[in-house]
């Protein structure tokens, strides 16, 4: 047993923690904090400039494009309601794709072409002589849809700059059906945005 010093200070104590698994506390901490995380972005309400955006769709609140990155990234595949601005891609030709391929996750090209944005930005610019498209400049993902149409999107224009759809989308990350793609495209897979129900588009719910 450590003695105490000369003027009866109480005996240093050891770094030596015999029997506690520290390394275990910090990882339940760590998971305690993503799981309060997630929780206060289910419950804290949505922000947008469009005025007229739902707080809440399907007894979800609507989050931002970067909240429901977060979710992403705790590799949750909760449903979340996310709001923000839909840009569907020209007709593009796609290759045949590498197999094997999940076509809802990496079958198709243009899914790297249609965004979910967080910010109003014009992505396509078509002339008579050309079509530029360019990726957003602030944060989105790649939605797909898993059962919705799309027949409430803003149509590009014969000329000018393309003009997106302010919407509220519910769905979910980190689908389980990734496990089918390639191993170097399953991050891929991942960070789709699957798209079960379109909640609100253009000011219209449920179109």
Known sequence: MPKAGPRGDPPPVSDDREGVPVSVAWIL????GAAILLTNLMRSPGTSSD?????????????????????QQ???DTDVAASGWFQHP????????????????????????????????????????????????????????????TDWVRPLPQEGGSSPTPVVFIGHFNDSRSEGCRPDNQPLCLSRFVVTVVAWADGVENP
């Open 90 to 149: 020209a007709a593009i030709e796609c290759p045949v794709p590498q197999q094997p391929v999940v076509l809802l996750l990496d079958g198709d090209c243009a899914i790297d072409f249609t965004w979910l944005m967080a910010d109003e930005e014009s992505l396509i610019r078509i002339s008579r002589q050309s079509l530029d498209a360019r990726s957003p400049l602030g944060p989105a993902v790649h939605p797909v849809f898993d059962g919705p149409d």
């Open 51 to 71: 005025s007229d955006l739902p707080a809440t769709v399907n007894g979800l609140s609507v989050v931002t494009v970067p909240d429901a990155i977060e979710v």
């Open 29 to 32: 901490l760590a998971a305690l």
């Open 74 to 76: 705790l590799g949750a």
